[in-house]
């Protein structure tokens, strides 16, 4: 996940970096993903601030949805850079398996494993074929969970559930109370008015 968000890294930080010179102060920046983009964000957003490219107070939390786990110790990280718990924000369906299929207890062969996906093996499109199925693909065990809950257009669905009633119970609201002011003063004559159309003339 680190050597996938370093490369992304590469090709963030020169928008940032224009971002920053454009806002200077003011930026504010927010990163987000699904799934492995979403663990990727956190990473690359982490990488921002441990390199002093941006401050903790330009950067909103970080959202992400069905995300694996990638902060193994990551309560140190955090504190030397003041950074509380409610800085990562990770939403899960309850059914997905992903985000609860990544340990930080990887044994050391499994990792000699993983790494030599890194190299050259002589089959490299059959490597490259057996990543992309992989990763493409929802994990053999979410037939025990919720099939759909993988899939992005359940978060997307269940993100669209939440904005409703967030309008419909902070917004809306809003809106009806500035409606009641506002009506008053629709309605009342303006104080620029013609005169002959505040007071007409009486008709024969």
Not at 75 to 93: C, G, S
Not at 94 to 111: A, E, K, N, T, Y
Request: net charge positive; hydrophobic share 40%; glycine share 6%.
């Amino acid at each position: 996940m680190y050597e996938a968000a370093k490369v992304i890294y590469e090709k963030v930080i020169p928008h940032v970096v224009d971002f920053l010179q454009t806002h200077g102060e003011h930026a504010r920046f927010q990163f987000t993903g699904h799934s492995l983009g979403g663990s990727i964000a956190v990473l690359v957003s982490l990488m921002l601030l441990i390199r002093n490219v941006v401050r903790c107070s330009m950067v909103e939390p970080f959202v992400t949805f069905g995300s694996p786990f990638v902060l193994c110790g990551g309560r140190k990280l955090l504190d030397e850079l003041t950074l509380d718990d409610a800085q990562i924000y990770n939403v899960i369906m309850h059914g997905d398996i992903v985000p609860r299929g990544f340990s930080c207890s990887i044994p050391g062969f499994l990792i000699s494993i993983l790494k030599l996906f890194k190299h050259t093996t002589g089959c490299k499109d059959t490597s490259n074929a057996a990543i992309n199925g992989f990763l493409n693909s929802p994990h053999p065990l979410q037939t025990l969970f919720d099939p759909k809950a993988y899939d992005s257009s359940s978060y997307l669905k269940a993100i669209k559930g939440v904005l409703r009633l967030h309008i419909t119970a902070t917004i809306v609201p809003k809106l009806r109370e500035k409606k009641s002011l506002l009506w008053p003063l629709l309605v009342s004559p303006s104080p620029n008015s013609w005169q002959h159309e505040r007071n007409p003339k009486p008709t024969n």
